[in-house]
């Protein structure tokens, strides 16, 4: 996972960014190995520099390196009140890694404005065989909070 960092919006940013994705993506290559991006939203991390899909997407295809993808996180969409099912879509092709966790709190992934079981059950759907992280706040122990993981899984394996 490659960080972004905070930077202003600016020509020279742009091209270094893609300078140095670049360099990594054929290091990435030569090693076998891929390397991903992730947009975060401005809300929980104001100024960072990627924050939104689009601006991942069109920097990945800037870099055109089949090293180079998308860690897809549902949060930071929901985060900023876009179409989780949507943008997955659009990104589909360039996505390597997804993590979900509550919107609007990043809490367990099973409270909130987001319907996991519903995009879980899609991802499955679209043959997704990677891992999905659950990078979220718990709001008791992690132990008491786990009750969630037996829901996703029994709609993932609904038909």
């Not at 993590?99 to 879980?120: F, H, L, M, N, T």
Request: aromatic letters at 8%; a negative charge; glycine letters at 8%.
């Amino acid at each position: 996972h490659v960080m972004a960092g905070k930077a202003e919006k600016t020509a020279k940013a742009e091209i270094c960014l893609t300078a140095l994705l670049s360099f990594a993506a054929e290091a990435a290559e030569n090693l076998g190995i891929e390397i991903w991006i992730e947009p975060i939203n401005p809300i929980d991390v104001p100024g960072y520099y990627l924050n939104h899909c689009d601006a991942a997407l069109a920097l990945i295809e800037a870099v055109d390196s089949p090293s180079l993808g998308l860690m897809f996180d549902c949060y930071h969409v929901g985060k900023q009140g876009g179409d989780i099912q949507r943008e997955l879509a659009k990104c589909w092709p360039h996505i390597r890694h997804i993590q979900i966790a509550g919107v609007p709190d990043r809490g367990e992934p099973d409270q909130g404005s987001v319907s996991y079981d519903k995009i879980c059950y899609d991802l499955s759907r679209r043959g997704y065989q990677r891992y999905i992280g659950a990078e979220y706040r718990p709001r008791q122990s992690v132990e008491q909070g786990m009750g969630w993981l037996s829901r996703l899984r029994q709609a993932i394996s609904e038909d």
